[in-house]
């Protein structure tokens, strides 16, 4: 650790705000691509990185001078993408992604970045009718319930659940169509 970062978190501990402005735009660029790498998508990277500025500023009193200070932003950062990938998983959509990525099966070594299957499913549900699109994206995405559906559509909720099964029936279709491919391919090949 070099004299001038000592001298930084010395004087961030006593709550100098140059100090954490000098901080901020030193290790925001690395700590912001390193986030951008895991989740895809640059809001929520600014957003963590954002975050773990506040909890530097918020817990400074306790930063331990032989630590450099981008070591300490790295474990907080992380942390903080850890915390985000468990929220992910009670996602329906992501449970959906890692669905699909079980069936693709060990020998693929190139499944589909999340965003990627987000924006396929997205392309799937277009090609649905208008009515059928509807009804799967207020059920699967806005997470509403068949009868708060029927509500708004003005229509039964037997009609719900039938355009929900269509719709959804050829979602799983067009998604398993890469799968049934590659299974084709190693009962020819093999």
């Not at 817990?59 to 907080?76: A, D, G, N, Q």
């Not at 559906?149 to 037997?158: C, D, P, S, W, Y």
């Not at 279709?173 to 491919?181: D, N, Q, V, W």
């Amino acid at each position: 650790m070099n004299f001038e970062e000592n001298r930084l978190i010395r004087s961030l501990k006593k709550g100098n705000e140059q100090a954490f402005s000098i901080i901020f735009h030193r290790y925001f660029p690395t700590l912001y691509q390193y986030s951008v790498q895991f989740l895809k998508s640059e809001a929520e990277a600014e957003d963590v990185v954002q975050e773990s500025f506040i909890r530097l500023w918020q817990h400074r009193e306790k930063i331990e001078s032989e630590h450099t200070v981008k070591s300490l932003l790295f474990v907080i950062t992380r942390n903080l993408l850890l915390t985000r990938f468990k929220q992910n998983i009670s996602n329906p959509g992501f449970v959906d992604y890692l669905n699909y990525c079980n069936h693709l099966g060990r020998e693929d070594h190139s499944p589909l970045e999340y965003t990627q299957f987000v924006e396929k499913v997205e392309d799937i549900i277009d090609q649905l009718p208008a009515h059928q699109a509807r009804v799967v994206r207020m059920s699967k995405i806005k997470e509403m319930s068949n009868k708060e559906i029927a509500e708004e559509l003005g229509i039964n909720e037997q009609s719900v659940k039938n355009s929900l099964s269509l719709g959804l029936r050829y979602i799983r279709s067009r998604l398993m169509i890469p799968i049934i491919i590659f299974v084709s391919s190693m009962l020819i090949f093999s």
